[in-house]
């Protein structure tokens, strides 16, 4: 199956490449986490800044809020997550006892070992924890399942506070839990992950238009970052499977190593929230102000991303294998390079001296000071330089700076591009502005 072994290859990368580990390996792992290492960091501080320029810096009209995990309890009655809203339904296998969502299975069957399976029971999603000494049923909370509830109980103290006027968004990122029954394909299905949400509130009057407004802008987010146009698509989601809250729904869907999958959601959510949460607390979230004739609940279009989710997707995407060696020094007769928007890459620099002698040392050291301020840079004199172009080449990044003996009589330096792998000599007081030249234009080859 070429699929999942491109899957287990791109998880063995990350895990040896320092991206992404398995959540206490030690201890055999734990329920589906992950942990991010140093370069995953990395990559996702960039996705979630990217988002961040493209949504918030982008539309003044957008302001980031960053609500608690463990809201009132009372939250979730009028959420709908507390009643069958957030439930899904579990089947086991009478043979084996590996469990499933009842959609996943068909006639009753085990996918796994062909057992029979048991009758399905709704299963809530929500985790519980207790808050406080005493654990009882008046100390029972949930760690949320979406960050955005926060954002509708705040809604008058944002307008207020902020002196915020229809149409407005607000946006936020942060972590999320679901007890999923059945966390797969790595990062894509996690039981803790973290979310990038934004509530659009709007007239109803208007609402259909901004839901079409951030379709699209959202759609275009993922082509500019350099997602393959034939590997993305949109997917109106049929009436019958709206999530509760929901009176239209298109996915973003990405197509993974192991099929189309949703990697975002636009949701049309209505007056559902902020009427539900002013009927269950008794307090008003009505919007008023002078334009209106009287006070109402705005409408909300919401877009939800999963940060994990859209890493594995931009890394599915650029991971590529390359047969025969691409530099003269390679003796393997398979590369990988990973095709990454510079963007998004955790390292954009790499600094090399040529050999690990002590001028070309002291040297490269010289030009790594000047540039670290200014770009993710990663400084390697171990192994060979072919070695040490192709790891780079593994994690993304794009351009590479070799300091050799040349550079210590002309003071300059070569610089490498990973897409057309061309070289250019730059003189070393120029090498920032001229990175930054190359790290815009995306490629030597486009002039
Ligand atoms: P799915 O049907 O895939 O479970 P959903 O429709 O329940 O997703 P939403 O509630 O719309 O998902 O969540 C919005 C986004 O949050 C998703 O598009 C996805 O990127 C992310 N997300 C949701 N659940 C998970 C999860 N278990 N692990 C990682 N990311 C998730």
Redesign the pocket.
């Known amino acids: 199956m070429a699929e999942e072994k491109t899957m287990k290859e791109i998880v063995s990368l990350l895990k040896r490449r320092g991206f992404v580990y398995p959540s206490s390996e030690i201890y055999g792992g734990f329920g589906a986490s992950y942990d991010y290492g140093p370069l995953g960091v990395e990559m996702i501080n960039n996705i979630k800044n990217l988002w961040r320029a493209d949504v918030i810096r982008a539309h003044t009209q957008v302001v980031e809020a960053d609500g608690a995990i463990i809201l009132n309890p009372r939250t979730w009655e009028a959420s709908g997550h507390l009643g069958s809203g957030f439930a899904d339904s579990l089947v086991e296998c009478q043979q084996c006892h590996h469990r499933f969502k009842e959609e996943e299975i068909k006639d009753q069957q085990c996918p796994d070992c062909g057992g029979k399976t048991t009758e399905p029971r709704s299963y809530n999603l929500m985790m519980k924890t207790f808050v406080g000494p005493v654990e009882n049923t008046q100390s029972q909370a949930y760690l949320r ?2 960050t955005c509830q926060s954002i509708f109980l705040n809604f008058r103290l944002v307008t207020d506070s902020m002196r915020m006027k229809l149409p407005f968004g607000v946006a936020q990122i942060g972590k ?1 839990f ?1 007890n ?1 029954i059945n ?1 797969k394909n790595f ?5 803790e ?1 973290e ?1 990038m ?1 934004m509530e659009w509130f709007t007239p109803e009057a208007e609402a259909k238009e901004w839901f079409e407004y951030w379709k699209e802008r959202r759609l275009q987010w993922y082509l500019d970052l350099g997602l393959k146009k034939e590997n993305l698509r949109l997917y109106e989601v049929p009436a019958d499977e709206l ?1 509760h809250y929901a009176r239209r ?1 298109v ?2 869907e990405y197509k993974f190593p192991f099929g189309w ?5 636009i ?1 049309n959510r209505g007056d559902f929230d902020l009427s539900n949460h002013s009927r269950h607390s008794g307090r008003e979230l009505k919007y008023s102000d002078a334009d209106y004739p009287e006070p109402f609940y705005p409408h909300v279009i919401e877009t ?7 890493m594995l997707a931009f890394i599915c995407d650029a991971y590529q294998k390359i047969s025969g060696g691409r530099d003269q020094e390679s003796q393997r007769s398979e590369e990988v390079v990973m095709q990454l928007s510079p963007k998004l890459a955790p390292v954009e620099v790499a600094v090399f001296p040529l050999m690990k002698k002590p001028e070309l040392v002291a040297k490269a050291k010289e030009v790594f000071e000047q540039l670290k301020f200014s770009f993710r840079v990663q400084y390697d004199e171990t192994g060979s330089i072919g070695r040490r172009y192709r790891r780079q080449d593994e994690i993304g990044t794009y351009l590479s700076v070799t300091i050799d003996f040349d550079s210590l009589k002309q003071q300059d330096v070569t610089v490498r591009d990973r897409i057309s792998m061309k070289q250019v000599r730059v003189e070393i007081k120029n090498l920032p502005s001229a990175l930054k030249q190359f790290l815009t234009k995306g490629s030597f080859n486009e002039g």
């Open positions: 399942p979406e999320s679901r999923e966390p990062l894509y299905r996690q039981r992950f979310q949400e999530a729904a996915d973003v999958h949703e990697i975002e959601g949701h939800s991303a999963g940060v994990g989710r859209l």
